[in-house]
């Protein structure tokens, strides 16, 4: 589909579903790390690492193409907007995972989880979407549902705040786990914002 | 006035228009919100909800007649980012509120007026412009305002932070009413991102 | 050489050139301000906030020459954008050094300067490369280092918040050196941030 209607997008559509497959493989290691023993959580964050990494070349990838390009199927700097906001996605995700190890922190509190759950549900609508970007006007039930799961991560978001201070932790642990949950909740907002690069380009093409 | 100038834009004109007296209604909740007993909390945060909805509303219905409309005023990602950044104060306003309510604070200190009626101030400027939106030229004494607004807003921030750590409340306590204040500093820097959309759109207008 | 290519470019030029040395200078009251004995501070404080201030003068010249030019050498909202981001860095170094002040921080942790001296090093790369911003293709070099500074910085950001956390400080001290060492890191961010909107510019030039 994409190729009859757009050959010289064709590299971008790889490269942005190439990202988008990432994505889903590092919320993943998300769950399985925040699900993991203290012991393994090293081992868990060094691969969170190379996924954050792999991303980090297909954005390369494609702001190298782009530079190359003489025709590109969406504006130069909505390509450009569209790869660094993938990006920030998984540089959260990372970020959790890594603060988490090196602060060492003990058992998560539960409502972790359902941030996780969310992150799940936005990665794989993401995942699904990327292929599908020649065709941007069709993915406004993409754009809908991800903005839909952001409103819900931010009230699991704050529901997990006040678990956070109901004096079970000290400060000191309170601020630790605090940094995690905040970098998860800025990876709910970072879907969001592809979704709204996403319906940003719709918008033009439309 | 608009109208004679650009029929095509007066949906978008009386939406932004509608949203700017939400944001006015908002800002008198929040302010009635700082002052009231902890037992009305509940309710008023309940309200500021409500009114968070109906702004959520108004960008919806922008966001859908931009996607059906074949002329708009401006450029549609101009329209776009203007009602996403609009949607912005409110969001900061209500998780303010709601964070204050979740965690419980105990009374709030004296420098939060200072910051409530700087958002208040800010709120009006803002209500007051939408209305004009057509003639975005003749809007840099609201752009000029609301930045210095904001230049007094941090100085205001940044002393209650001090006031925070003077010794009267202890570092569980300190973290909540921080997590709050910080939600104000983001409304506050809000309105001047919404400022800042409104004049990238009188430099193009220019 | 932009003077033969862009003629009515030139005095924007000059102005992002006299930014990028403010910027410099700023950088330089910073690492003095993290070397100095307390009673030092609030001199050194005043001495920034000058140098903030200087940097607002020159971002609202850029802004006025915006308005009153017909033509410019790149998108006005690509003139704005730059502009807005580099005030960004100041403002944020500015506010470390205002809290560090405010909070009456004791000794900041070792880290810290690992910390400005990549500031330092970004600040070099910018201040260097706003001359040559008439001929945007030629700095992609400028744009590749600083994010890799910027990888960097998240490294140290890291480790130096492990560090906060190793016993050694109470919560209150820790939440007062952490605000602090945020805004050395979103200065880090906004080097980024300046970069890439020098990127946007050369891509669309290209």
Redesign the interface.
Known sequence: MRISRKPTGAKFFELFTEIGANIGASVEVLREFMRAPAERRPELAARMHELEHAGDEATHAI?EH??RSFVTPFD??DI?RLA?RLDDVVDHMD?AV??AT??RVGELPRGVDAQVDLLCRAARLTAEAMPHLAEPQGLTAYWVEVNELENEA?QVY??L??EL?NGRF???E???L??VVEELEAAADAFEHVA?AV??IA??E?
Do not use: N, P, Q, T
Request: hydrophobic share 40%; glycine share 0%.
């Open positions: 702001i782009l530079d130069r700097e450009y660094a970020a890594d603060l090196l602060y931010d704050r529901r705040l006040s201070f000290d400060a000191l309170v601020m630790k605090k940094d709204d319906h940003s918008v033009k439309s």
